[in-house]
Each structure stands twice: as structure tokens, then as C-alpha cells.
């Protein structure tokens, strides 16, 4: 079954085009990566996809319904999950906090509490953590809470952004496995990655993104393969 469908959309910033008719699909229970090179469109068309950017031209639909230009809020509500670039954790908040922030429309102190801990079940240092200040973490803990906070929506379809930004290599093996161990659960994954070796190692299919259009797709082994692909990304 299709989750997600994107059908040649369009998406600017002002006058600059950054997406120029990106059209892909993600199936239930897959994960899927989008790989390219820095300013390809590879976060705008997340951004497109969780309504942080508003698409201009053609059409968005997760499990068959239309969900162009909805507002960040009401995808999440619906039951994707968003975790951007850069992680965007409240620095000043403590891990339980920003934890907490991501239930924000979770009914149930109990429901709340269960998925917290099935939360710090993936991310066991989070607990460790639970009451000091996420700006004080380091970049992989931040990552885990980042992550940790999207999941307390209980996401069927979940969007990283670069996880492996800026974190040691034995971190960066830590977040792929468990970026697989959830998808195990169930979870449906997009996910966007400059780390074009980690990303189709793990990924069932992929998609190249290059000048906000989609150049070439495949599974994680044939483009892991691809010679082209080797040499702008793999080398």
C-alpha cells in the first residue's frame, strides 16, 4: 500500500524555484532515502511534505488523501513526523520536556508516560538524561531526542533530516540502527541523507535528487552499484 505519493510538485523560495516537478512514492513499511548533493531540494521537499514550505504546483496525497499545503500541525496530527535538520530541540528545556513537547496533543497522563518509555526503550542514555537540559547534551544525544520527541506522535511515517550530521562515525552507526530497528516496528521512513553509503545500506529504495528534480531511482543496492551514483556520492 502507498503511504506517501508526491506528484510533481513545485515549491519556491520568492522567486528562486527549488523543487521542479519532484514526483516519488513510499510504500508501507519501507524506507526510502533521498540522496544529493547540498541545495539538490533534498529538505525543501520535506519541508513540502510536512507543510513548512508551500508548494506552488502539483499534489501531495499520504494514504490517498490530498494533503498539498496542510499545515505543519495537521500532518503531524494525521501521523507523520518531522524531524529537521539541524535537530531544533528546545535547548533550554530539559530531555523530559522536550519529550513531553511532542506529545502535545496526546490525551492521557498514562498513554503519555507509556510512550515516553518505549521511547527511552530505543534510547536507554535518555533516561539517563531525563532531567538535564537538552542544550547541554552532546550532538548524538541531541539527535536521540530529537528522534525520541517525534515518536511520542507515534508516527506512521517518519521524515529524518540528515541524522548524521555532525556526529562521530561510531554515533552515526548507533542512529542507523535504530533508524532500522524502527522500521522493524512498523515504521514507515523517508529518509533525507548527505551520507550517501549509510543511507543505501539500510534503505529498501532511493531516489537522486539533483537541481530540485529526481534524476534517477532504484533499491539501496542498484544505486549503492550505479557508477554514476559511486562517483558523485559513494567516493
Not at 503531524?76 to 523530559?96: D, Q, W, Y
Amino acid at each position: 500500500m502507498t503511504v506517501l505519493e508526491v506528484n510533481n510538485i513545485e515549491t519556491y523560495y520568492g522567486a528562486i524555484q527549488a523543487l521542479k516537478g519532484v514526483s516519488f512514492q513510499v510504500e508501507r513499511g519501507e524506507i526510502v532515502t533521498l540522496i544529493g548533493s547540498n541545495g539538490a531540494g533534498k529538505s525543501t521537499t520535506l519541508k513540502s511534505i510536512s507543510g513548512l514550505a508551500k508548494v506552488k504546483k502539483g499534489a501531495i496525497l499520504y494514504n490517498g488523501q490530498d494533503i498539498t499545503n496542510k499545515q505543519a500541525h495537521e500532518t503531524t496530527l494525521m501521523g507523520i513526523s518531522h524531524v529537521p535538520e539541524g535537530r531544533r530541540i528546545f535547548a533550554n528545556l530539559t530531555v523530559k520536556e522536550n519529550l513531553l513537547m511532542g506529545a502535545f496533543s496526546v490525551k492521557g497522563k498514562a498513554v503519555i508516560e507509556e510512550r515516553m518509555e518505549n521511547v527511552f526503550t530505543y534510547f536507554p542514555r535518555l533516561k539517563e538524561r531525563m532531567n538535564q537540559k537538552g542544550g547541554t547534551m552532546s550532538g548524538g544525544e541531541q539527535q536521540m531526542l530529537a528522534i525520541g520527541r517525534a515518536l511520542m506522535m507515534q508516527p506512521n511515517l517518519l521524515m529524518l533530516d540528515e541524522p548524521s550530521m555532525g556526529l562521530a562515525p561510531i554515533v552515526v552507526e548507533q542512529i542507523f540502527e535504530i533508524i532500522l530497528q524502527l522500521n522493524e516496528m512498523g515504521i514507515t521512513i523517508l529518509l533525507v541523507e548527505q551520507n550517501a553509503y549509510q543511507a543505501l545500506s539500510i534503505a529498501h529504495r532511493g531516489y537522486v535528487i539533483q537541481n530540485g528534480e529526481i534524476v534517477l531511482t532504484g533499491t539501496g543496492k542498484e544505486l549503492a552499484e550505479n557508477e554514476e551514483v559511486k562517483e558523485a556520492y559513494l567516493a
